[in-house]
């Protein structure tokens, strides 16, 4: 104990003094050129600007009226990316878009999904996809419909719309690192006790063929050139809706399924393929998800959460409990009539920066297009009632196509994490703290980007929102801020929106890139290390 403190003061000591020594000798080495911003009143919409002559870091002087502290030796979760679901109403209004006016789908394509550094271009890698059908499907399918077929001879993966795999294929060569997480609605209806796709609850008697069936699920996938980077069991597990595919799912069972179907994965080729469980309400975190992680843990690699009930910070509750094991943010929906700048506070603080904030890998939304109306759903479903629910983006039946506020507040985030270097590592979160006057009116995530070349400086990205809006009624103010990095500060006003920028640094003995990271060696189709599969359909 004595003589591990000891240790790990002296190596604090030594890196503090390195980072004097670089900072004296090099005041106005960090710079800010790259700036990306929204603001409230949209004069801009996620536009880049290149800030010429740059921000410079220098000497440190009084703090502005927010004061941002990086903290680069501590640096947590690795953040694999924003995005949403393809469902199949989201693929079939691509294709028909496609179909109408290719231009101008692959405009959009590359709008959502380029991951190129610098591109103008919100870079969405990680792309949630349902096992057989959801509420946003034209009917009620599962890979398996023919009742007490516990053999799954029948089991066929083309029950997918072709389109599906299409437009993904379309998705991966613009973004052949974008991770796809595979998960069903509900598992066939005669494993079921109402024995359909809509509303019950799974029968414990089916647990070891619905893992088989989710193994052929993955294996279905990769076979068509999409190997997935994590499966789960299903979609919200305490939601039992007679009106679309749904199903209850108790931890045990779901925790039973896990442990078998991992068991399946690990001898056919699958290791590195996560499972994920849980994927359900914040609301409910200290519950479910806490009692698969006791009666199974081993068999998972994390959780996660959507946010219709209950708050992010539950999310710490978990994490708290098993920080060993991962989050996911996976879903959330925005509804039509809502107030455009209110979404995108709402999402940034509760998801964008909040759930990443709160240890998430991933930040999702729902669907990732719908036309203007939230449609095409399942007939006769009562989900997304009311108004609908609003996807990423609105694709019109005249070949046009507009961007909602998610967009907004995912790709801001997003730029601050893709990849510095083509196949370089992903943003990891590193501390930072707001203080000053109106520490307040800032909400903040800092990450860091490792390098391919380990002598190339590291990227450090800020995302900021600043919500300092309406003190004594609609009053939009800017916040003047001063940057504190490695004992340097650089002075930015930010307005009322959301601004990532970004800056340079050389790397150093602390930049929690050289340390063990959980970054799989993460495989795609073209890769031969778990290649028993063959690859017929390779993108
Ligand atoms: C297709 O979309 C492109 C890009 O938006 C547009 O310039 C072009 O006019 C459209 N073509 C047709 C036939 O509508
Ligand atoms: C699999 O499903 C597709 C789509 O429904 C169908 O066209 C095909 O014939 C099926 N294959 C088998 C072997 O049943
Ligand atoms: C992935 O795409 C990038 C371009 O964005 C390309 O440079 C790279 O070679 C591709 N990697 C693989 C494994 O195909
Ligand atoms: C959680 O989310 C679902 C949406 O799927 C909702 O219907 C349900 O009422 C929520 N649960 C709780 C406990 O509020
Ligand atoms: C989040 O939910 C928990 C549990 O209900 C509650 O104790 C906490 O106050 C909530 N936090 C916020 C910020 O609303
Ligand atoms: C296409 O349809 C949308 C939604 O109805 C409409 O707002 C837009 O003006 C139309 N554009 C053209 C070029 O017709
Ligand atoms: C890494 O960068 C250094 C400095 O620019 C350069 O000398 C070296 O050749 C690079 N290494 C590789 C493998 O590109
Ligand atoms: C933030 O808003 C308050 C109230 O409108 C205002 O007094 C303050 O000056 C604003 N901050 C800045 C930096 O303008």
């Known amino acids: 104990m004595v003589v591990a403190q000891g240790r790990s003061r002296i190596m604090r000591v030594l890196a503090v003094f390195a980072a004097l020594a670089l900072a004296s000798s090099a005041y106005a080495q ?74 101008s789908y692959w405009n959009l394509l590359n709008y959502l999904f380029n991951p190129t550094d610098g591109a103008n271009a919100a870079g969405f890698s990680y792309i949630r996809i349902p096992l057989g059908a959801s509420d946003f499907s034209a009917s009620a399918y599962s890979y398996d419909d023919t009742s007490g077929d516990t053999s799954l001879s029948h089991f066929n993966i083309s029950k997918t719309p072709s389109y599906v795999f299409s437009v993904l294929r379309d998705i991966r060569s613009l973004n052949n690192i974008t991770r796809i997480h595979l998960i069903p609605w ?77 068991s399946l994965l690990n001898s056919n080729g699958f290791s590195s393929t996560k499972i994920i469980g849980y994927d359900h309400n914040w609301s409910a975190a200290s519950s479910y998800p806490i009692q698969l992680m006791q009666d199974a843990g081993a068999a998972f690699d994390g959780v996660s959460f959507h946010c219709y009930a209950g708050n992010v910070s539950q999310q710490d509750t978990f994490h708290n409990a098993f920080p060993q094991k991962q989050i996911y943010f996976t879903e959330c929906s925005g509804t039509f009539g809502s107030d455009w700048w209110s979404d995108i506070k709402w999402d940034l603080d509760n998801i964008a920066i909040g759930a990443i904030e709160h240890n998430s890998h991933t930040g999702l939304m729902w669907n990732i297009a719908l ?169």
């Not at 499966?231 to 045990?252: D, R």
């Open 30 to 103: 960090y710079v800010i050129w790259d700036i990306w911003q929204t603001t409230w009143d949209r004069s801009k919409l996620f536009t880049y600007h290149n800030q010429n002559p740059p921000i410079p870091f220098g000497s440190p002087s009084q703090i502005g009226q927010a004061d941002i502290v990086i903290t680069d030796s501590q640096t947590f979760q690795s953040v694999w990316g924003f995005g949403g679901s393809l469902t199949d109403s989201s693929a079939l209004i691509l294709n028909n878009l496609k179909s109408k006016n290719s231009t």
């Open 186 to 262: 509900s598992p066939p209806g005669w494993m079921k006790d109402t024995g359909t796709m809509k509303g019950g609850s799974f029968q414990s008697q089916y647990i070891d063929t619905y893992a088989n069936y989710l193994l052929k699920c993955v294996q279905g996938w990769t076979n068509q050139g999409f190997r997935p980077y994590a499966i789960s069991a299903q979609n919200e597990p305490l939601n039992s809706n007679p009106t679309y595919p749904t199903s209850k799912l108790t931890a045990s069972q779901e925790g039973q399924i896990g442990t078998k179907l991992r």
């Open 371 to 539: 036309d203007g109306n939230g449609n095409p759903k399942l007939p006769g479903t009562s989900s997304c009632g009311g108004p609908g629910c609003r996807a990423i983006v609105t694709v019109n039946s005249n070949g046009t196509w507009s961007v909602n506020q998610e967009f907004y507040s995912f790709a801001q985030a997003s730029k601050a994490i893709l990849p510095r270097d083509v196949g370089g590592p992903w943003g990891k979160r590193v501390k930072v703290a707001v203080g000053g006057s109106l520490s307040w009116a800032l909400r903040v995530n800092a990450f860091v980007t490792g390098r391919t070349n380990s002598s190339d400086w590291l990227r450090y990205s800020i995302v900021v929102l600043n919500w300092n809006d309406s003190i004594g009624g609609w009053n939009p103010q800017p916040v003047q801020t001063t940057i504190e990095f490695r004992g340097t500060q650089a002075t930015f006003t930010f307005p009322v929106g959301v601004t990532t920028l970004w800056w340079y640094a050389p790397p150093t003995s602390f930049d929690g890139v050289t340390e063990a990271d959980e970054e799989p060696s993460i495989r795609f189709e073209g890769d031969s290390a778990e290649g028993q599969i063959p690859l017929k359909f390779k993108a």
